[in-house]
């Protein structure tokens, strides 16, 4: 407190291409959820840019962050977070509500991001009636659904037994085939193996940002 | 984000906890129903004031006899006559707020008519009582100048004597017999219904000096009357003009400024303004109940929808992390409160339509059904939904994106 600001993060310089497959890695404290934050556009840097495709994030009010989460990106969190009272199409389809896609439009869209990944029984189902990894996959369909151009993974298979988590794990990586960039977040060296491009966290630092040779 | 889409979210949200939702609107329903009772009593009250002045004229003060009370026991309303004709007359001649009066006699006798008895009350009067009164003719017509000045045996009857004694509805011309005196029906009254207290169409209207005649010699000797029906110019004048009779009618019966009476003024308005006046106390007593509660059920929801957005804190930021913006989340609450509210106003008004409807049928109290009062029900809970539901969807909007996601 007082004069001794803490620095979540502290002289990043990190640029990341379309279609990478990046996994961030570092202990609690390191920064990485941070980071997260920012290029999620959940957050803004309090000094510094961050620009993501040609929007200088930094300047943007709620709103415009808000439109470019909506557009451009697609979250999957350690938990899920998918809302109790609607069904997997409905949870689906919240982005696309925002966005004001037609209802038509919406539930096509839904449906076929539910199909891709591998839930076309399951639309009609609550969260309390889903597995953790069809929940997941759920809350994967609803990032994909209004085709983004990232998606950031927080702890993606935290939650997860690891025969489900190695599921989830191919689905990100059959999206970043056809050309998705995926941010992956995680602690556990075999899931940040998925990455080409590892980097490792510690003190709001970058301690290591590298080729995954493993890959 | 359009309206059909958030109320179909709000709606799921709601429906997940019924019960919850209901009770918050316990408020509003208690408030909708007063307020529609409230307006319902007090049009109701109006119309029959209304209805009341229609039967029995406006602007009447109404003189009877009374005995005057002989050491604080009264001797009974009918046993002396002491009005009497030559009253009327100087009252007439004093007052000049005075319109007109009628005299009137009175008594309550068997009327034979085509083989068919009937009890009715029969009275004795001029043609003012007619207009006095607001007495309109079915049929026939008033009596003539020469009928009330030669006594003729002509009579104007009411509504229920016709019925039960004629199977026609024109009995004009036939003959009826009061008191074994037979008389011509030359006028039918139009029907004005009956009071709690007496059906004013039993009657049987003859003229004062064939009664005085014939049928009440006794009862009313020399120029003595029953009662008198003032009519006064204009109802600023009536309570004056009730003071300036009592003044004028001591002096005629020389009784002091403090004596016991031996007649009483009956003020009509007074008895309507009576009505008035208790429909008025229940009406204020309702907007007490209707606005206390709006209010406390505005607060009930306010609190309840602070609970329900940090319940779902976490909801918030997930719905903002996929693109919602400060707006959809306003809206979205907005919309949630504004529901509760209107649930409670649709279960307020059904709820006041049910007091509305009992209390009439039970307790025979004119109530009428206004219907701006169901609309002004609506703009009632929906702003309160509005006003109230604003600071907590306010807050949920305003919630950082980062910490709502976080909170567990």
Redesign the interface.
Known sequence: MGDNKLLALDNIDLSINEGDFVSIMGSSGSGKSTLMNIIGCLDVPSSGEYHFRDNNVSTLNSNKLAELRNKDIGFVFQNFNLLPRLNAQENVVLPLLYSGKNLKVRNQLAIEALESVGLKDRVHHRPNQLSGGQQQRVSIARAIAGSPKLILADEPTGALDSKTGLEIMKILNDLNAKGITIVLVTHEDDIANYGSRIIKMKDGKILEDKKNVNN | ??IT?LIY?SQ??LR?NILRSILTSLGIIIGVSSVITMISIGSGARIEVEQQIERFGSNNLIVRSQSSSNRGVSMGANSVNTLTLKDMEALKEELPAIKAIAPRVSLSTQIVANGNNWLATVTGTTNDYFDLGNWKFQNGRSFEEEELNSGSRVAIIGKTVQKNLFDTDSPIDEVIRINKVPFTVIGLLDAKGGTAWADLDDTVIVPLKTAKQRLVAKKFPGDQIRSMTINVRSSDLLFKTEKDVDTVMRKLHKISANGNPDFVIRNYAQFLNARQESSRVMSILLATVAGISLIVGGIGIMNIMLVTVTERT??I????????????ILLQFLIESLMISLIGGLIGIALGLGVIFGVSEYFKWKMSLDYMSIVLSFVFSSSIGIIFGFYPARKAANLN??DA?RYE
């Open positions: 984000m359009s889409d979210l799921k949200s997940s976490k909801e930021g997930v719905c903002m992390s996929v693109g919602a913006k400060k707006r959809d994106p980062i996601l």
